[in-house]
T-cell receptor
Framework: GQNIDQPTEMTATEGAIVQINCTYQ??????LFWYQQHAGEAPTFLSY????GLEEKGRFSSFLSRSKGYSYLLLKELQMKDSASYLC????????????FGRGTSLIVHP | ETGVTQTPRHLVMGMTNKKSLKCEQH?????MYWYKQSAKKPLELMFV???????ENNSVPSRFSPECPNSSHLFLHLHTLQPEDSALYLC?????????????FGEGSWLTVV
């Protein structure tokens, strides 16, 4: 089975930096995804990590450590529109191409 | 606007009704999915169709019935649902066989069972 853990809720200030952590225990590992989901909308793909290290995409970066079963999503220069739920999803091995999703972290950005 | 479109966006149905959710993907993908999203719970995979093969979560009740006539269209037929089935139902697609196989979601269908 697969177990994914991320904080339920976080708050941060506009213009600041926030780090959302995700820890996982899976049967093997074959990739980790981060999605953003605004209230009432579809989850949208943010990043994919399969190798250790940091992947940067503009204000968003995602880090992976496979040996520690750990990832984080780093959001810089926070904007009000970044208030959303952030979903971590992990794909194990064993022939399944389908990732398992965590419960998501609700991020609230305030002025 | 996403490459995966769902209709209707909102649906209210009685427990004795029969209704269907429709999904269409315009991304040329070869796999389509139904997910259920309830408050405070992780996304729950219900069904997957990939290369004409169907994979299902055994915990999904038989009152949910999927249909995939081709690689671009997916339906979820609903029959004698219960109030606890009220949730956001998300359709998604992906291209399997590639390294990443990123899943792309539609905007969802909000279902309320009364």
């Amino acid at each position: 089975g697969q177990n994914i853990d991320q904080p339920t809720e976080m708050t941060a200030t506009e213009g600041a930096i926030v780090q959302i952590n995700c820890t996982y225990q899976t049967s093997g590992f074959n990739g980790l995804f981060w999605y953003q989901q605004h209230a009432g909308e579809a989850p949208t793909f943010l990043s994919y990590n399969v190798l250790d290290g940091l992947e940067e995409k503009g204000r968003f970066s995602s880090f992976l450590s496979r040996s520690k079963g750990y990832s984080y999503l780093l959001l810089k220069e926070l904007q009000m529109k970044d208030s959303a739920s952030y979903l971590c999803a992990v794909r194990g091995t064993g022939g399944s191409y389908i990732p398992t999703f965590g419960r998501g972290t609700s991020l609230i950005v305030h002025p | 606007e996403t490459g995966v479109t769902q209709t209707p966006r909102h649906l209210v149905m009685g427990m004795t009704n029969k209704k269907s959710l429709k999904c269409e993907q315009h991304l040329g993908h070869n796999a389509m999915y139904w997910y259920k999203q309830s408050a405070k719970k992780p996304l729950e995979l219900m069904f997957v169709y990939s290369l004409e093969e169907r994979v299902e979560n055994n915990s999904v009740p038989s009152r949910f019935s999927p249909e995939c006539p081709n690689s671009s269209h997916l339906f979820l037929h609903l029959h004698t649902l219960q109030p606890e089935d009220s949730a956001l139902y998300l359709c998604a697609s992906s291209q399997t066989g590639t390294g990443e196989n990123t899943i792309y979601f539609g905007e969802g269908s909000w279902l309320t069972v009364v």
